[in-house]
């Protein structure tokens, strides 16, 4: 979540969330690090988004093909607000 309203009127990227930036962030962090854990990942993830300007919370959600013989896919979702610790 993020404030939309003045990005909704002035049509400006200044005043809203570079998503091709960010995207950018999260790709450079991927290739720095390994996780054992997808919800080490998502945590990792969503602190980056959060150190941003003007995220106020993120919902991440992280999946790997084929983790184990026999499933599909592992996901793992987090929800994280900006200020708030991890329990």
């Given at each position: 979540?993020?404030?939309?309203r003045?990005?909704g009127?002035?049509d400006?990227?200044e005043?809203?969330?570079?998503?091709?930036?960010?995207?950018?962030?999260i790709k450079?962090?991927?290739?720095?690090?390994?996780?054992r854990?997808?919800?080490?990942?998502?945590?990792?993830?969503?602190?980056?988004?959060l150190?941003?300007r003007?995220?106020?919370?993120?919902?991440v959600?992280?999946a790997?093909?084929?983790?184990v013989?026999?499933?599909?896919a592992?996901?793992a979702?987090?929800?994280?607000?900006?200020?708030?610790?991890?329990?």
């Amino acid at each position: 979540k993020c404030p939309l309203r003045r990005a909704g009127i002035s049509d400006c990227l200044e005043d809203t969330v570079d998503y091709a930036a960010l995207a950018g962030k999260i790709k450079a962090l991927a290739r720095k690090k390994t996780w054992r854990l997808l919800e080490a990942l998502a945590e990792d993830i969503a602190a980056l988004c959060l150190a941003g300007r003007g995220i106020r919370e993120v919902t991440v959600q992280a999946a790997k093909a084929r983790p184990v013989p026999g499933l599909a896919a592992a996901e793992a979702a987090i929800r994280r607000r900006r200020g708030r610790k991890i329990k």
